[in-house]
């Protein structure tokens, strides 16, 4: 039977060139960690403090902001052991921890990587709250006898434009109407 054949068995790595390789790929991956413990430290930074969110929303993206930094911290620790070794040992019996163990810990920092990124994702998407409705937002409003009148549109009666001004509601009539025009605040 030839060694190439496709039932052959594979030669078994030392213990001392496995963890080798986990400790590669761990740095290989603590570099990943790094850049999204960046991306959420971003994320947590780009907040506007006029967020059209509701309150409850914008606590609940900040406690998943807190979450994913918490869970990348314990990811770039649980990787950073792998990465690099110490000994597990009080006395100094074991110099490094046995392969097994290191795979362990580099698949679940890997997870917890995963998670931190989902949970700053999903604590990002608060920031694309849709704004308020654009019912609220004041126009102004020309008669074509030259009155003006500013606030915002309310419900008003069939065949007239109704302004919640600061005297109260105003209906004009849309034959009097000359100009409507949103603003961004009332004189």
Not at 12 to 18: I, L, N, W
Not at 126 to 145: C, E, H, K, Q
Not at 170 to 183: D, F, G, K, L, N
Request: glycine share 10%.
């Amino acid at each position: 039977m030839e060694p190439s054949e496709a039932g052959a068995a594979r030669p078994v790595a030392a213990p001392g060139d496995r963890l080798k390789e986990l400790s590669a790929s761990a740095r290989g991956w603590h570099t990943i960690q790094m850049a999204v413990l960046g991306f959420i430290g971003i994320c947590g930074v780009l907040r506007t403090a006029d967020s059209p969110a509701p309150r409850a929303v914008q606590w609940l993206a900040a406690a998943l902001a807190v979450a994913a930094l918490a869970a990348a911290s314990l990811a770039i620790f649980n990787v950073g052991r792998v990465a690099y070794p110490v000994s597990d040992a009080p006395d100094g019996a074991s110099p490094l921890p046995a392969p097994g163990r290191a795979a362990s810990r580099l698949r679940a920092g890997i997870r917890l990587t995963v998670a931190a990124v989902i949970l700053a994702v999903i604590a990002a998407l608060s920031g694309w709250w849709p704004a308020s409705s654009s019912s609220t937002a004041a126009v102004a409003v020309s008669g074509t006898n030259g009155q003006a009148w500013c606030g915002p549109i309310v419900t008003g009666p069939a065949g007239a434009i109704s302004v919640h001004t600061g005297n109260g509601v105003i209906t004009v009539p849309v034959e009097a109407v000359a100009q409507v025009r949103p603003v961004a605040q009332c004189p």
